[in-house]
């Protein structure tokens, strides 16, 4: 224990007994291996966490790996079909559709018919027929029962 030999021990022992007393060396003795012992669980404890940390780091550098795979796949693929072209044609066509929108939005000509017109609706109407009776069973003889003119209803 700690590098000491038999013989250092029992100097040790002997030089508790004289500045002791047989008295309280055995009421020591149980004192100092107490305090061995709590030292010893203190190591204990503190390894473990060290170690439980190693390991938190050790997933952390495995994650780290995995990410790294992860985005060189990404940019394996973009390379081999050619997604990073299409972003660019895809960003060129914002721009040139924004700055159509710009300028249509602010024209410099008026323009000729803004509004579209109003479509020409044509109904007919049926003109009440001069009839002798009541008009139920008399029939339609002629083209010149409706009225095609054109109104204005719409």
Not at 6 to 20: M, N, S, T
Not at 31 to 36: E, G, L, T
Not at 56 to 82: H, M, P, R, W
Request: glycine share 6%.
């Amino acid at each position: 224990m700690f590098g000491m030999g038999f013989a250092e021990i029992l100097i040790i022992g002997v030089i508790a007994i004289l500045f002791l007393g047989p008295d309280k060396l055995p009421e020591t003795m149980v004192q100092i291996a107490k305090f061995f012992k709590s030292v010893k669980t203190t190591v204990a404890s503190a390894k473990s966490s060290i170690e439980e940390e190693l390991h938190i780091q050790e997933i952390k550098e495995e994650a780290n790996s995995y990410k790294q795979q992860f985005v060189d796949a990404t940019n394996e693929l973009e390379k081999s079909t050619g997604i990073e072209d299409l972003k660019d044609e895809m960003h060129e066509i914002k721009k040139g559709v924004y700055v159509d929108a710009q300028t249509t939005a602010t024209p410099t000509e008026p323009q000729a018919d803004p509004a579209p017109k109003k479509p020409e609706v044509v109904t007919f109407s049926k003109k009440p027929k001069k009839s002798k009776g009541l008009g139920l069973d008399d029939p339609i003889d002629s083209d010149d029962d409706f009225d095609t003119t054109p109104s204005e209803k719409a």
